[in-house]
């Protein structure tokens, strides 16, 4: 099912809480939508789902406009942060339910319960109360629920976040393959960037009702539209820095503070150049050496396992880096940090807009 | 044999304090709950016995003894029997009355937002403020408005139908308050989900979020239970009629009647009507006790 935003808005009395949001679903495409507490996700996913009426815009399944449709007769499966079960019945019945409401017969019913649980692995447990189930029971008992009417579009409301570490981890591959091998569409609400990332195939990233950009994982990533996008998404958090171009016999510069100044390579220099820049470079882009660059001294080192964290500190401005472990550094030491000045970005600090990306 | 020894082998070697966190509470309960408690046996002996000085029964002569069944003779008295009819009529007729009007009410006033719900909020709570003394007149009124109305007129003056209507009107506030609390406590994501999987609003209300509530539903039917099973005043303000008397306006006659007050007949009628009551919230003092802590968590 192809499934299209035009121009949605939504107000909660008078405070407008989603700002002409527009959205292309394809058929079978996983698209997540990311972003802080209180931008208007969840929002925007119940008034997919048809429990919140948009204030203005058009939503489409296919070619139909769905905006007058109930919930139950938008043929959607939903699941819940809360898994929301109906704790007073079983797991069987819980599955069921849907089926029921439809007056499908026993056989049905029983057919379809026993083929969810199986997909699920909790063929066992359909005479347990659900109160009895582990979290991650009740997870797959929320998704099997979702599955089992067979719908045209999925929507997940941060599904995982209850789960612990460990499980989050298995569900995020385990919820993408069960996406990818029934071909439904789904909408997948999340501020986990490494769900986002690791399971959309598209992730729409909103921030105050505004949709900031709309695009691959990795053109999120690496081709950041806006100074938030830049720095919500990627971990640890892009570093930003005020700065100035300069256009010299042809070459752009930037002029960082303390009087340092860097060529911009070509496929890096924006074609407009605003009054006030920001420049972004994540910490992965910035190289630890003692040899040449920028002087900063080792404000704090904080070990992830796989690379450690540093942050370096120069005349108050803090820089985030990564660096392999085993590398010698220590807390106050002094080091030099040299820019990979092909990755940069810049930023119209006004507007917030990227000046490489359009 | 051998792990025997082994438990054996390791006694206990906390040391024993004075448990004052205990002792303080209890002494203190104690000593509140000694009158009570007198004036409860004092009900159960003189119920037996022919009079009695302070809590010792004594006989006509002023003997100590003097135990008998006499006090017990209404049970044998058609009468009563009707009169215990009534009460439970009215005690359920309540119950339900209260549950039906307040569940629903508590359901809007939780999930819905509409004009006025928080002034009808406020209201309901003075309305619960002001004692039903200070109303009856008022509720005189209305319910001799009602009979003359044709139909409605069962709801008058005179009639049980009318008891009930105010009895309800009384205990609504506090049911609805209740109810609301309950409501709240339940997610939104459980109706959205039954919204999704194809209930209607009113099946969703019923299926699954009623049941949801279930301890609150439970505490207030035993809570207006014994409410309208001991109600007085408002039975004896509007029904005047002895046909439909309840067993508390039935005792208070007794003891308004020209010759002596035999007490001992009115505790024994009053031990009869606390039976009931006491036999329910022997069972049911956990859901009670939902009520006094404002709301258990929803769920099974």
Redo the contacts between chains.
Sequence with gaps: MRVSLEKITKDFRKVRVLQEINLDIKDGEFVAFLGPSGCGKTTTLLIVSGIYKATSGLIKFDDTIVNKLVPKDRNIGMVFQSYALYSHMNVYQNLTFSLMLKKKSKQEMDKAAKETAEMMGIGHLLGRKVGMLSGGQQQRVALGRALIKKPGLLLFDEPLSNLDARLRIHMRSEIKKIQHDLGTTAIYVTHDQIEAMSMADRIAVMNEGIMQAYDTPSNIHDKPRTLFVATFVGNPPMNILDVTLKKENGKTYVNLSGGLSLEIPPERTPEFIPEKVKMGIRPQDLEIGKKEGLPYNVFMIEPTGRDDVIICENKGFRFTCLATPGHNIKEDDKVKLAFDMGKVQFFDADTEKSLLWN | MIVKSKLKASPQTIPRTFPWGKVIPFTILLAFSIPLILGIYWIVISTFSVSTRGLVPVDSAGNPGGLTLANWSFLKDPILWKLTLNTFILATTLTLGVLLVSSMAGYALARINFKGRKSFLGSTMILQAFPATTLLIATYFVLRFISGVPLISIFGYDTMGGVILVSISTQLPLGIWLMKGFFDAI?W??E????????SRW?TFRQ?LI??I?PGIAALSIFSFITGWSSFLIPFSFMTNPDTAVISTYMNRLMQETAPVNYSAVAAVGLFSLLPVIFFFIFTQKYLLAIFAGGMKG??
Aim: one cysteine or more; charged letters at 30%; a positive charge.
């Design positions: 997610p994501d459980l959205r989900a039954a919204l999704i999987d194809g209930c099946r699954i049941p949801q279930r769920g099974s």
